[in-house]
């Protein structure tokens, strides 16, 4: 599956960066953002949104505001029908309006962290339960 950014006039193809296997998200999420480098606005807030496919490193979404790309994100996600919530930190790696006014899709990648316990680790184990 290719995924596509417009940047000007030109499609940007984001497949071809893929580390894992994407899946379709099993189920709504909610999101409680931690912390935000670059949208501090959003410090403190839960979003309830739809994952459109997640991976054992990464997350599509739907978000209801804009994201700066390369921002850094620390937040609590949960998919509904799961028992856990998963700290997790990710990057921003684009972020693209829809033609639904104040809805965006946006690309993160979650990586591991030195300085603080996250839940990557068991956040890939579910993921690879998908297939």
């Known amino acids: 599956m290719q ?3 417009r940047a000007g006039n030109n499609m940007v193809d ?8 994407r899946f379709n998200a099993p189920d709504d999420l ?23 496919d ?6 599509k979404i739907l978000f209801p505001h804009t994201l700066k790309k390369d921002s ?6 949960t ?6 919530k998963f700290f997790l930190t990710g990057n921003v790696r684009w972020c693209t309006e829809l033609e639904i006014e104040g ?22 184990k579910l993921v690879k339960t998908f297939k």
């Open 3 to 5: 995924v596509f950014e």
């Open 14 to 21: 984001h497949s071809e960066r893929r580390q894992d296997e």
């Open 30 to 52: 909610s999101l409680q953002i931690v912390f935000s480098s670059e949208n501090p606005g959003l410090l403190g807030k839960t979003i309830d949104s739809s994952a459109i």
């Open 54 to 59: 997640i991976s054992a490193s990464g997350i």
């Open 72 to 77: 850094v994100l620390d937040m609590w996600v």
């Open 79 to 84: 998919l509904k029908g799961q028992n856990k």
């Open 103 to 124: 809805t965006f899709q946006v690309g993160v990648v979650f990586r591991e962290r030195t300085d603080t316990v996250t839940d990557f680790t068991e956040w890939r």
